[in-house]
């Protein structure tokens, strides 16, 4: 399982972040990341509703005020709840989500490895 | 009159469904020749649905609003081709076009395969007849395209203005021809297990249909994508929406089921793993029907539901499940032991590692699109899954993904080694380098993109060089692997390069940034044959001198009334220029989004290439037998 464990958390610093100094750029990271939650699967980003156009604003100002990305995506999850947020947090309600793949992923490859393993017990 | 015949002809098909299992029962115990009459059958029950499916399509080109199908989905103002497309735009005529490629394929099927076994053919048209009668009484029963209204109306409510595109009117037949292919090789499946046919011979049979739904399936969902791209306006083409997830899932079963019939036609192993994943790719292919149509998605795609509909395939498709579960543990026998050795170092080894990866690729897909249905249902908690997650899971794990593509090809069956290899060290490294210095020049210093480019350009080069060194063998093969490492590479530029601006304007004020000008010169309004458009005027003026007019489009459609955003995107092979404009309410700015996308086109190319490689497998398994 720690194993498991350090895999997530190298894989999740590995991923896609763009973070710039530049404000907008947080922003539209942070706009991207969360869910229009009047409209059909489409991010605050995307969306030119009152909804998502409100909540840019929010997000600007938030960051105006300093808080950081973490800190904007709890706040507003506390305020909308998790719904909002694209990128699940990970608690007792997402083990599985996050850690099934990767289990996946590691029983593939015993089955595979084993493979090689009968074979030469075999020969 | 049209719907009246549909109607009918839909009735005559079913009742033919009796005829061909009684005959091919008849069949199966008297004769080792299939019965000419259940050819005949077959190809008159796919003509009845035939004159159905074109009954519809008149219904909707007269305008027949008596028909409820016509009269919700159509209006007589529409273009003749979205009047005509607007007959699969739709619940029930998209089931209709479902039973028609259903009937088609598994006449085909009965032609193309007098070099097998009989009783297996016979065996594999009963189960797909098993479907075609699900599908039937799913049609008439719940979502008959011919139900009658009256008195009848004099105008229709018209088709959601999204739909009415040119991709999106041929999107669903190249989408459904990828997922009902799949029907025919889940039925040749069972039809092989229950015959005890599964065998190197079946496996090249069977790996022209897998061949086939592949590049439907390819292209029916690059069509959906570069329609999101244009349409929906948020100049993405990819969103991780769970209806797209859906379609994704059967394409990750049927690439690996491929892969893996590439290694049963030369020798007898995996064959339960092929088995499995046969059924895979159709359960996948209806459970995505099941979802979309059920509404249980939430999702821009979500354009018809209905929990009655929902419910009976979900019945349907468990039966289906739990029958070829029954078929595979009783009649599917394993006899690979005897031909079962290669070495760790082969393509065999390759191929496990490619359907190892594509299951695990399939895995996270699937996790995330049904895991939050799940979590809602037991806890109460709504959670998204959206693309921050798909990135993080499935990004690190292309990059071996990626180098054993490139190595992969190069080995020998059975066992191979690295001699006459090392020019791929050097590749190695000259892909590292040079993706170091792209990575270093536009200040982007992260790790994980240069190892990214790093093994996307190791694929790249290593493809490349085959072309010259092999020529022509292996061609199909080399060019869909060609293309999946442009298709990545595009996707990573895409990402990183990508430039946008989200500003609201008033005509005739300018908006300034480091490496534009963007000039809101004017508005004109024009007439379309059933919408307003409002088409703004945009000049962007680069750094460099050069220029560019771009006119977004503003529609308001007359029925349904619905305004819609039409961007207007300048193609060049480097760059797509992306331009949107919308209505800010109750103010005289309108709210415009900019955005440079760097090799945009390339992303559309590459899965065309994919595509081609695998169209190139199927038309050269003709010439070889």
Redesign the interface.
Known sequence: MRFVHIFLIVSIILNFNFIKADEIKTENKIAKNLRCLICQGQSVYDSDSEFAISLKLVIKNKIQEGMSEEQIYSFLKIKYGEWILYDPVFNKNTYFLWLLPILIFLAGGAIIIRRFYNKNNLD | MASFIGSYSLGFGLFFSIFIIFFSIINLKNSEVLDKKIISFTFIQFFFVFISFLGLIISFIISDFSNETVFNHSHTTKPLFYKISGAWGNHEGSLLLWLLVLTLFISIFLMKSNQQPTKYRIFTLLFQQIIIIGFFVFLIKTSSPFNYIFPKPNEGLGLNPILQDPALAIHPPILYLGYVGSSIIFSSALGAMVTTHVSKEWAKHIKRWVLASWVFLTLGILLGSIWAYYE???G?FW?W??VENVSLMPWFALTTLLHCILVLEKKKILTSWAMILSIATFALSMSGTFLVRSGIL?????FANDPERGLFILIFLFTLIFLSIFIFIFFHSEEEKIE??FF?LSKE?SI??NN?FM??FL??VL??TI?PIF?EVI?A?????????Y???I???LIPFLLAMAIGPKLNWIKSDFKDKFYMIIFLMISFLLSALIIREFN?S????TILVTSAFFLFFSTLREFFIKRLKNLSQNIAHFGFSLLILSIIFN??FSN?VITNLKIGETFKSEKFIINFENINQENGKNFKAIIGKFNVLYTDGSSDTLNPELRIYNQPNIITSEADIKTNLLTDKFMTM?YV?NQEYF?IRYQIKPFMIWIWISVILISFGGLLSFFKKRYEI
């Open positions: 929906l306006g948020w993405g969103f929406d769970p939430n999702s821009v795609h979500t079962n050795n760790w080894t496990l590692v190892w299951m695990y895995s996270v996790i995330g895991y979590l806890t908690n709504k959670i998204s899954v959206g693309p921050p997650f990135n993080k899971l990004i690190p794990f982007i992260f790790l994980i993109n990402n990183i946008e919308n309410q709210n």
